[in-house]
């Protein structure tokens, strides 16, 4: 049986060739103790058509001895020596195989290489990083969140929530076989760093390709003698639409996320599965006009979610149906069916907005709603800060931004609200910086450091 780090190497040529024939793809990877090589001899990849890149003497001399492919010690200088092989200068599929984290040096060498793999046909790329290794993501998360917040707003907190959601599902072994103690909330602050990173460089590469397919894998390494455990993520580029950082965001959060224990990789459900995402966004539409059924209404958008024979069934009974209140019937009975079951819409339309209008709340439910100062003081402080940093990466959108973000924290927004949070953003500017940092310090004592840190590098 073939150790893990040699099924991804199988399973990333499956994937590649899926786009170009691995008889025809090019290929560049860093070459390690030659695990690549070997399931690229074994599929079929031509020595002309493969490039192994490795500093160490040793090891290069060994992939020399015992692999036809080219060699090279310099990813920083790969894109000028492809060039010198002529036949089109370009990848179809590059594996940035790190075995650590992003650093700015690597993130530098990589940047380069990208653009060969977006002139190919393939376009497919893939990244490896370690957990072991020491991430920086841990050590400065305020930061990260901070750089998360310039990229995706305040879809930042959902994005982080269903990454942690989908990590506590990845099962933990106590023998330790598959792994030691799993802490799946530093596994999800490692996987959201790496997303982030990704995100900036893409962007700030001004690409006119989106990923339109990415596939995570999460193992154990053991062919170094060590067990290690390590993330590898698969990307395939579409030249359908320019870069946007939501939509790389919710590509990632959608795709499919494997692990394996020792034996095989078995592949676990997203935190929220696709067709209820799209579910969700449904909003309460008038499902009548002039007591005719609107193919717009909300129930019809539902049924075509789900597709199939139950479609079909819903359309002829609702061509019979003459007015809103024949179709009630309908929403009830087609909520109990098990179809609608298993995508969960029955909770999903529950809480996007069923079809009968929402009942008003009552006076004493509205009374209750949560203010400013039911905060207490240390969610005050992040608070502002976080608002804080979302106005300084608006770019002109601060007020749709804004409100999103009061609406995510509290769940409503009015006058009162809106006046409460004024005021507690003022706080953050100006000569109330400095009574803002001296709160930080007596309520956060010792712990103070991050936070009036990101309020340093706030506007003044």
């Given amino acids: 049986m073939h150790n893990l780090k040699g099924q991804i190497a199988r399973f990333l040529l499956d994937f590649t060739s899926r786009f170009v024939p691995i008889s025809e793809a090019r290929i560049a990877t860093f070459g390690g103790r030659g695990e690549e090589p070997k399931a690229w001899q074994e599929r079929g990849v031509p020595a002309k058509n493969g490039w192994l890149l490795e500093r160490s003497n040793r090891l290069s001399g060994g992939l020399i001895r015992g692999f036809p492919y080219h060699t090279h010690n310099q990813l920083q200088t790969f894109p000028q020596i492809l060039k010198g092989y002529g036949e089109g200068h370009y990848l179809d599929l590059f594996h940035f195989d790190l075995c650590g984290t992003l650093t700015d040096s690597a993130i530098a060498d990589f940047v380069p290489v990208l653009p060969l793999v977006l002139k190919s046909r393939g376009k497919c790329f893939a990244i490896t990083v370690a957990d072991a290794r020491r991430n920086l993501v841990l050590e400065e998360w305020p930061e990260y969140k901070r750089r998360a917040l310039g990229l995706f707003g305040t879809r930042t907190y959902e994005y982080h929530r269903e990454i942690e959601a989908t990590q506590h599902k990845i099962p933990v072994r106590e023998d330790a076989r598959f792994v030691k103690p799993f802490d799946p909330e530093k596994a999800a602050k490692r996987e959201f760093g790496l997303m982030v990173e990704l995100a900036e460089i893409l962007r ?165 709603r949560m203010k400013w100062d039911d905060l207490s003081p240390e969610e005050q402080i992040k608070w502002q800060i976080e608002a804080a940093e979302l106005h300084a990466s608006s770019n002109g959108d601060w007020r749709a931004r804004y409100k999103e973000f009061i609406v995510e ?52």
């Fill in 204 to 368: 700030d590469c001004g690409l006119q390709f989106m990923p339109s397919e990415i596939v995570r894998y999460v193992y154990v390494s053991r062919y170094a003698g060590r067990p290690f455990r390590m993330r590898t993520y698969f990307f395939h580029f579409d030249e359908a639409r320019k870069f946007s950082c939501r939509a790389f965001a919710r590509t990632w959060i959608e795709s499919r996320l494997s692990f394996a224990n020792g034996d095989g990789f078995h592949e676990i459900q997203a935190a929220i599965p696709r067709k209820a995402r799209a579910v969700r966004k449904i909003r309460y539409a008038n499902p009548t006009k002039g007591n005719k059924i609107m193919p717009g209404s909300q129930l019809a958008r539902v049924m075509r979610e789900i597709g199939g024979p139950l479609e079909q069934e819903y359309l002829a009974l609702a061509a019979k149906a003459s007015n809103y209140d024949k179709v009630e019937p309908l929403v009830k009975a087609f909520r109990s069916l098990p179809e609608v079951g298993e995508l969960g819409l029955a909770s999903v339309t529950a809480e996007a907005g069923s079809l009968e209008k929402p009942p008003r709340a009552h006076a004493s439910e509205r009374k209750h």
């Fill in 409 to 460: 924290k509290f769940g409503y927004m009015n006058n009162d609200l809106r006046y409460s949070l004024r005021a507690a953003f003022s706080q953050t500017r100006g000569k109330l910086r400095k009574k803002l940092r001296g709160r930080i310090e007596k309520v956060f004592g010792d712990k103070a450091g991050p936070y009036l840190d990101r309020l340093d590098k706030l506007p003044a």
